[in-house]
């Protein structure tokens, strides 16, 4: 964990990188790689926490606007109160998404989105571990900074999860979420 650090250190990258674009939008056979990378820091007192996530994401054009594609996700967070408790939280995780695109000129396109998620949540200081199973819908714009170089922003989202969770001597519980979650560039 980063001691002593007296901001928050936030580095995050939210890129849509194209191999292949050319001027008049997508063609069949493109590959585009995308993701999210951050790393955090916090103390308040003697409360340190520390944050990370990496989630790359790959599509294939099957057509000139259909895409298929995976992710992974891992997230960590790990926080010390300073009195000798910490906890450690690990979430992992891998989806499928389907997009559909359109190209109204060669600097914009927009997407709908279709995903099947599962992801594992671990918490270390009480032994509680989480399986979900999330299915969603979105949309989303992408904007070409250069002809292989475009920035993506999700627009909305919204999903339903199915989740199970086990602790030491408990049964499963199951939740079930509906909702919408708003992100800034993906």
Known sequence: MLKNLPVILILAFSCLAYLSAQDKGFTKS???ISGAFRIASATEGDIE???????PKVGYFVSDNIVVGGRLVYLKNETDNGAGNSSENTNY???????????????????????????????????????????GLGAGLNYFVSKRFSLEALLGFLDYSIASSTEENRDSRNVFRFGQTFQKLQ
């Open 30 to 32: 493109d590959i585009f």
């Open 93 to 135: 995780g891998a989806g499928v998404f389907g997009r559909y695109y359109s190209s109204p000129n060669k600097k914009f396109s927009l997407f709908g989105q279709v995903g099947i998620d599962y992801f594992r949540s671990e918490v270390s200081s009480v032994e509680f571990k989480t399986n979900t199973f999330s299915f």
């Open 49 to 55: 926490n520390y944050s990370f996530e990496f989630s």
